[in-house]
């Protein structure tokens, strides 16, 4: 029987815990529609994750602005002011080549990129997957990436007889401090907190609990054992991490409009905003802030079965200008028909088409 130790680690984001993800959306895979060298992307609601071959890249973002517009307004498309960023990096330091990453657990919800004119630029059916597995980061180490009740949550599987001590988590950031045991990042829009870790082994069928502390070496992460383990078994190493804002808003989303197929499948369309693309997050380490210009609204379009549990796929459509779906009709033979409205000059449109953009709307 394999011998092995685990390591787990779970992210929390919110000031207060921020609406969940749409069902179905977890981790998704780059397929070119960001043009970039992170593998996959993670939303956090405030933010996203982007996993990268020696590390993970957290953008993070403070969207008040978004839930409150300029006095006297009532139209989201007027920001007051510019949405604060900060990014940071978690690196696995003096890791080696990992021997795989990539997706496990394939769910059946789809994601399509339509951006611009060009069907070249367009990325369809790309997958979505319920973990990330970074195999053999470390001699006898495995790193998996998961989402637990919708928080973000990472393992290290170490196998027997492997040496937990390779694993030297390096942060791009200074503010790190241990507080009661809880490691404390502090950003320019927030902070995390990754909470005591939690070890444990299974020996003849039982689980063992397994002292854990991390150990903190200016921006240098591990972890430390102070009463040992027994290292003929694997070991699990369960941090709990938790993103925190000052505002703990995230992005809104408005429903316009639903219909349903001979089959009973659901469908909605609705406007988003969002800043989500890892072509438009800054890439900067340090703190960064930028303005919304421009369109605010997109089109989004989702697909759910019958029972209404299941998102089977998820959908942007629009330009950079703003996007309301007014009515969402299936035909006889099952395609999807969406009217709606449009002031994108770039909007998503086959060859030969007449349509030149639309003037400027306020969907709301």
């Not at 921020?18 to 179905?24: K, T, Y």
């Not at 956090?44 to 071959?53: A, D, P």
């Not at 059916?125 to 990436?145: K, M």
């Not at 942007?316 to 009217?339: A, C, F, R």
């Amino acid at each position: 029987m394999k011998k092995s130790l685990i390591v787990c680690v779970v992210y929390w984001v919110g000031l207060f815990q921020l609406s969940a993800e749409p069902p179905g959306l977890h981790f998704i895979e780059n397929k070119g529609q960001w043009n970039t060298d992170f593998l996959f992307m993670k939303s956090l609601g405030n933010g996203e994750v982007y996993f990268k071959e020696y590390g993970l890249k957290f953008q993070l973002a403070d969207y008040v602005i978004l839930s409150h517009p300029r006095h006297g307004e009532s139209d989201h498309n007027t920001l007051d002011g510019p949405v604060s960023y900060d990014s940071y990096t978690m690196t696995f330091r003096e890791s080696r080549r990992p021997e795989c990453i990539e997706g496990k657990g394939e769910r059946l919800t789809k994601v399509n990129y339509l951006r611009g004119k060009s069907e070249n630029s367009w990325h369809n059916n790309i997958s979505t997957y319920e973990s990330i597995l970074y195999g053999g980061i470390y001699e006898g180490i495995d790193a998996i990436f998961t989402q637990d009740n919708h928080q973000l949550k990472y393992d290290f599987h170490i196998s027997a007889h492997a040496c937990p001590e390779q694993i030297q988590l390096e942060y791009n950031i200074e503010n790190i401090a241990l507080e009661n045991g809880v490691l404390v990042i502090t950003t320019e829009v927030g902070y995390v907190q990754e909470l005591k870790p939690f070890a444990y082994q299974l020996i003849d069928n039982q689980v063992v609990v397994i002292e854990c502390d991390y150990r903190v070496d200016g921006n240098h992460v591990s972890f430390d054992f102070p009463t040992g383990y027994e290292s003929e078994y694997e070991l699990v190493i369960d941090p709990i991490l938790i993103f925190s804002t000052y505002s703990g808003s995230t992005y809104d989303n408005w429903g316009n409009t639903a219909t349903f197929d001979s089959l009973g499948n659901l469908y909605s369309g609705g406007m988003v905003t969002t800043s989500n693309g890892g072509d438009s997050f800054p890439i900067t380490s340090g703190a960064h802030q930028t303005v919304f210009g421009g369109g605010v609204w997109d089109a989004a379009i989702l697909k759910y079965d019958s029972a209404g549990r299941q998102l089977l796929y998820a959908t942007y459509l629009g330009g950079t200008g703003n996007e309301i779906p007014q009515s969402l009709v299936v035909d006889n033979n099952g395609d999807l028909l969406i009217l709606g409205t449009t002031s994108s000059f770039d909007f998503p449109v086959t060859n030969g088409s007449i349509f030149k953009g639309g003037s400027n709307i306020q969907p709301l």
